[in-house]
């Protein structure tokens, strides 16, 4: 089969049509890619449901009841970490896809005419169905524990949907977006640089540690302004807080929604730039 690649003389227009037209492809790379973490074992898709909940059930055991990582109670903790746990890892699923997935198909690329930005695309569409279906449990074990907790203390506030779930969606267009130029970023670098694979799951890892999942953001409150303002520019630390108003109804700070959406303007713009300037050459390095 002739060795075709992505021309560079095809306009933006043209690009961003054809990259449209290949949407039926983009959703079956996606499919594949969700299908593949789960081929093999007997609850299949379930274990979308299992591994983020119990990752958090992990980390509130020592981090909730060991280490005693935060001033909340025992239910509202649960819920704060739940939250970072799935939000965390739609970015890391949505990044370490993108380059698995780049890896994979290195024959389409190196064989087939299309636009190569479909391939991180899926990875990210693949990491937003995890997280959905991780969210759509989420109520039904955090308001229970929550509200039985607060029948007893009248400290404790009964986690429920409130008129703020109306900034979820904003949240989630957000992080898509903000993940897709990460993870275009990632894909454009892996090509060339294959070893780069091995150090992303590493660097999330530490990406983790330092946003607060595992750690309140109350803890902030006895250090410098400066340790503060350069904690608060991890772009984690503003998608967090929107992602906590809206599902557990921690107060709403628009600094927090306007810096969250600079930071998907920004990588996105930059993602998307960097892989497009060096999709013409990546069928030199399959």
Sequence with gaps: MATTTAPTNVSRSSYWRELWERRDFTLHLARGALASRVAGTTLGRVWWLINPLLM????????????????RSNSSFLAYLIVGVLVFRFLSVGLIGSGAIIISNTKLIANLRFPRMVLPLAAVIDALVTFLAGLAVFYLLVTPISCIQAAGNSNITCITPTYRLALLPVAVVIQFAFTLGIGAWVARIIIPNRDARNLIPHLTRIWF???????GVERLANQTELLQAIIKTNPMFSMLSIYRTALINDPFEPAMLALAAAWAVVMLTFGVWSFRRHEAAMARYV
């Design 56 to 71: 958090s059930g992990v980390y509130f055991l020592v981090f909730g009841v060991i280490i005693k990582g935060t001033s």
């Design 209 to 215: 540690y330092l946003s607060p999942i595992l750690w």
